[in-house]
């Protein structure tokens, strides 16, 4: 028994303690691995050979054998898998405690994370029981010196600052899509360890679990993002985003002023007191452009605006625009591109 967490490993652990190892932390959701831990997985293989360390990939949650194979195709060659009673579903203390007790024990340089709800939550309490350096929603990830090297976005992504770290133990937790993903080996195999654990004292009880809007992926790990506005009016009309969204197989965002004004729920909620997204393409249909929603989309690839004002604040991040009449544009977009694409 290790500050409450009672372990029992149900098959070998990794012995190898030597600094210089990455940790990194991979999600999953019902049972599925997801792409931004595919992602960094990749990220962490390569940061981890430039230091002739080890990258150790670490799943917590019910049934986490599958997904801790799965990154043996993306060149890790151990990872752990955690799995207990207590850890379905998410309790941010309880994911906590369990992989502080598996970070003492694997003494890892680095701890790498996605800046996912989950991420976001879990490396500031490692960071602190460590004393530890942390770097947050990082961009690019290399290393100098023997040491990470973090890019990040600051001051609402109007600028990119590097970080390097003093301490001894660096954590950085990185944004979606922000690393290619590479092609996946099924040649590859990990070995994976087992640990099943037992989580004392949780205050937290979780009641229910909502289930967001099915059939589109997550805001953060989409490639296509179509996002409203408030000038959408009302819930109903979103279903011009929906059907262009349809189309291009992409997820629906919002900015916070349509969530507050009731058409959408706050999980499409893009901007800083929303969601941070990294997409390919992101269309921004009937959104002025204030600077907490351009904090949580302006690094994505290609931005396209569409807004009915010229001067509307969007356009001077965009790098297409459409002036006029979302209600107008947006039917006959859609139109076109499912003649384009034969749908």
């Known amino acids: 028994m290790i500050n409450g967490i009672a372990t029992a490993p149900t098959g070998p652990r990794n012995d190898n303690k030597k600094m210089g190892n990455i940790l990194f932390i991979a999600e999953t959701e019902e049972g599925k691995l997801k792409t931004y831990s595919k992602e960094l997985a990749c990220k962490a293989v390569e940061l981890a050979s430039q230091i002739g360390g080890e990258a150790h990939g670490v799943v917590v949650g019910k049934n986490g054998t599958a997904a801790a194979e799965e990154l043996g195709q993306y060149g890790v060659a151990n990872v752990t898998a955690i799995d207990?009673?207590?850890?379905?579903?998410?309790?941010?203390?309880?994911y906590a405690k369990v992989l502080w007790d598996f970070v003492q024990d694997f003494k890892p340089q680095i701890i790498l994370a996605t800046?996912?709800?989950?991420?976001?939550?879990i490396l500031p309490r490692l960071?602190?029981?460590l004393?530890?350096?942390?770097?947050?929603d990082c961009v690019e990830l290399t290393i100098a010196g023997g040491k990470l090297k973090a890019r990040r976005p600051i001051?609402?992504?109007k600028a990119l600052i590097d970080v390097t770290f003093s301490s001894e133990a660096q954590l950085a937790s990185a944004r979606p899509n922000s690393f290619p993903l590479k092609a996946a080996d099924a040649s590859k195999k990990a070995k994976v360890n087992k640990i099943a654990a037992t989580v004392e004292n949780i205050g937290v009880t979780v009641k229910e679990v909502k289930q967001s809007e099915k059939g589109m992926k997550d805001l953060t790990e989409a490639e296509i993002i179509v996002a409203g506005g408030r000038a959408l009016g009302s819930g109903e009309n979103f279903k011009i985003i929906r059907d262009l969204a349809e189309v291009l197989g992409a997820t629906v965002g919002a900015s916070r002023a349509a969530v507050d004004a009731g058409y959408i729920s706050h999980d499409h909620q893009v901007g800083q007191t929303g969601k941070t997204v990294n997409p390919k393409l992101y269309i921004a249909c009937g959104i002025s452009g204030a600077i907490q929603h351009l904090a949580g989309m302006r690094t994505a690839r290609v931005i396209v605006a569409i807004n009915k004002d010229a001067d509307a604040p969007i356009f001077a991040k965009a790098d297409y625009g459409l002036v006029g009449?979302?209600?107008?544009?947006?039917?006959i977009l859609t139109q076109k591109l499912k003649a384009l694409f034969g749908k």
């Open 84 to 94: 207990g009673p207590d850890l379905e579903p998410y309790r941010g203390d309880a």
């Open 155 to 157: 001051f609402s992504g």
């Open 131 to 136: 004393k530890a350096g942390l770097a947050t």
């Open 127 to 129: 960071a602190t029981k």
């Open 325 to 331: 009449d979302l209600f107008v544009l947006l039917p």
């Open 115 to 121: 800046a996912s709800n989950n991420g976001k939550d």
